[in-house]
């Protein structure tokens, strides 16, 4: 039995692990046929695994069979069936032409709680030379014991802790997929949206110059076919998880010091930056900062009609601290959580827990904006 286990422990495919079960069980039990059947939703079965039967037997008997008979009864009651012939049981419904002959037949119900998730049996115990022959119904009943029941019950409480795994593999893994999907939706919404944005300034401002002054118009059509590349770019970056090259190239501080000046002159708004005192951080910190000010700077020059912007970067009681202050039209923050389409905030947010920090917004309407995000080192 316990050599059965350690051999179950080492697959990782379930349905490994349920032929192993099965072809345990029927050495253990010295059976002619062994099979575990996982129901599915239909009537019939997501898997079926049976040891004892060749190849081509198997393909002779045909389809998978369906929840009928004692297997139903055994899926329906989970009970245990321990029978001398399955044959005259009166629930024994017929077998293809090329079935095997089952005679004595042990049946126990796999589960998981209350549920029912499989059935697991054992059929035709051999018995010495001459007692028996098989297919034929055994002298004084059913060959399996109550001992065989009572192992076989250890390994249909293994076959439920494989199947229980998988399932929960499975819905991590769609768990997972959906973590994916948001940190891509964040990502494209912090990196492109923002390109984008820029993107239709520049090229409005151009259809303004054409008949104007066609030659600045040609400078800001160069400027949207750079920024078109940019978005390109960071399309790219977004989908296989590149933090921006600025960063690794100059860090944190002359990265945002660049963006600031690069803001300061397409807004008629004043944006400013200072920095003081912050050390090198960790990159995830470096970027997730950057990410959050580039979205606080976003929402203040698009949303706010602030005369001022100011980004300040400093350290403050063993943290780096960035702060986004505007002196713009405020709003009310408790009201914006619950409006669906806004993903800023909510991204902020996830990108200083997930370093780690902390964000906090402070505004009210008629009061300007403060963004702050907080990471300890630095
Ligand atoms: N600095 C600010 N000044 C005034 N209002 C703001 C400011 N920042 C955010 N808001 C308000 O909060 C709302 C939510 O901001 P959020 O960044 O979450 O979404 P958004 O900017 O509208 O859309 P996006 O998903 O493109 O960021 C904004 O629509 C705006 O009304
Ligand atoms: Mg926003």
């Known amino acids: 039995m316990s050599s059965a286990l350690l051999a179950m422990s080492r697959h990782l495919e379930v349905r490994d692990v349920l032929k192993t079960i099965v072809a345990s069980a029927r050495e253990l039990l010295d059976a002619e046929y062994a099979a575990l059947g996982v129901p599915d939703d239909h009537g019939g079965f997501a898997q079926f695994v049976v040891d004892g039967v060749s190849d081509e037997q198997w ?10 008979g004692i297997l ?13 012939d399955v044959r005259k049981d009166p629930r024994f419904e017929g077998w293809p032409a090329a079935h095997p002959e089952l ?49 076989l019950s250890i390994l249909a409480q293994h076959a439920a802790i494989a199947l229980t795994n998988a399932r929960l593999y ?22 492109v949206s923002q390109k984008l944005f820029s993107l239709r300034l520049t090229a409005q401002a151009a259809a303004r110059l054409v008949d104007r002054d066609p030659a600045r118009a040609k400078g800001e059509l160069r400027r949207v076919a750079a920024l078109a590349a940019e978005a390109a770019d960071e399309l790219r970056a977004a989908v296989v998880e590149l933090r921006p090259a600025a960063l690794d190239e100059d860090g944190l501080v002359a990265t945002l010091r660049t963006q600031v000046q690069v803001l300061d002159r397409a807004h008629t708004a004043r944006v400013t930056f200072t920095a003081d005192g912050v050390r090198a951080l960790p990159s995830a910190q470096e970027e997730a900062m950057l990410r959050v000010a580039q979205e606080a700077l976003h929402n203040a020059l698009r949303h706010s009609g602030a005369r001022r912007v100011d980004v300040t970067l400093e350290r403050r009681g063993g943290k780096a601290v960035l ?25 902020m947010r ?18 300007g904006t403060t963004i702050e995000m907080e990471v300890p080192g630095g």
Request: proline share 6%; net charge neutral.
């Open 59 to 68: 393909r002779a008997i045909g389809p998978l069979p369906r929840q009928h």
């Open 72 to 84: 139903a009864a055994m899926l329906q009651e989970a009970k245990a069936e321990r029978l001398a």
């Open 103 to 151: 005679a004595d037949f042990l049946g126990l119900p796999v589960r998981d709680g209350d549920e029912v998730i499989g059935a697991l049996f054992l059929a035709n115990k051999r018995r010495p030379a001459g007692e028996h022959s098989p297919g034929r119904e055994p002298r004084g009943g059913c060959g399996f014991t109550e001992e065989d029941e009572e192992l």
């Open 170 to 191: 499975e819905r991590s893994r769609e768990l997972t997929i959906a973590e994916e999907r948001s940190r891509l939706a964040h990502e494209l919404h912090d990196a």
């Open 323 to 347: 702060r986004v202050a505007d002196d713009g039209r405020g709003f009310d923050p408790r009201s914006v959580r619950r409006a669906g389409r806004h993903l800023g905030l909510v991204s």
């Open 350 to 367: 996830d990108r200083a827990n997930g370093v780690g920090g902390r964000l906090t917004v402070e505004s009210a309407p008629g009061k």
